[in-house]
């Protein structure tokens, strides 16, 4: 092997040590915005729906200052169903560094019966990240009176259900 060539494969090596310690590029372009991930439920097929929902998620997200990297859905999921792929795979990716929150409509989506709407939520925080929801007042009408109270202190957040305290 030639001198020449050995300053080159030092010289690359260097190089790929350099590419490899650095952190990837979307890491460094999320420090400015928090990366969230919004989740839409649908007891029916209803894609205008869906697609109305989304559009809400990137209107709030675009007022907070968010990110929105993507929108995981379930279709056709009755209330009371506590296994969700779309819910599965929006805790997947909540657990990366990065991500910050869950982000959807309202409550209802995760459920409309408090007790499975806690559950749900307790695994989504279970991740690490935050749960928001654009419209904070609930207006199911399954959800008890007794469900219902304000934070102390908190106009915006009176009327959420007693679960999300």
Sequence with gaps: MHEEDAF??????KLLEQTLTQPPVFRAESASR????????????RPRYVEACRRALERYCRKEKL???GV?????????????????????VLRLPD??????????????????????AEQVRATGARLLFVRPH?????????????????????GLPQWWQ
């Design 8 to 13: 080159e494969v030092l010289a690359r090596l």
């Design 67 to 69: 990110s929105l990297c």
């Design 34 to 45: 928090p990366l969230v991930y919004g989740y839409v439920r649908s007891v029916t097929y």
């Design 138 to 158: 609930s207006t199911c009408a399954e959800l008890p009176a007794s469900g219902v109270a304000a934070l102390p202190g908190s106009g915006a957040y009176a």
């Design 99 to 120: 991500s910050f929150a869950a982000v959807m409509v309202r409550a209802e989506h995760l459920s409309s019966d408090e007790q499975i709407a806690k559950l749900l």
């Design 72 to 92: 995981f859905t379930d279709h056709g999921i009755p209330a009371d169903r506590v296994v969700r792929p779309g819910l599965t795979g929006l805790c997947d």
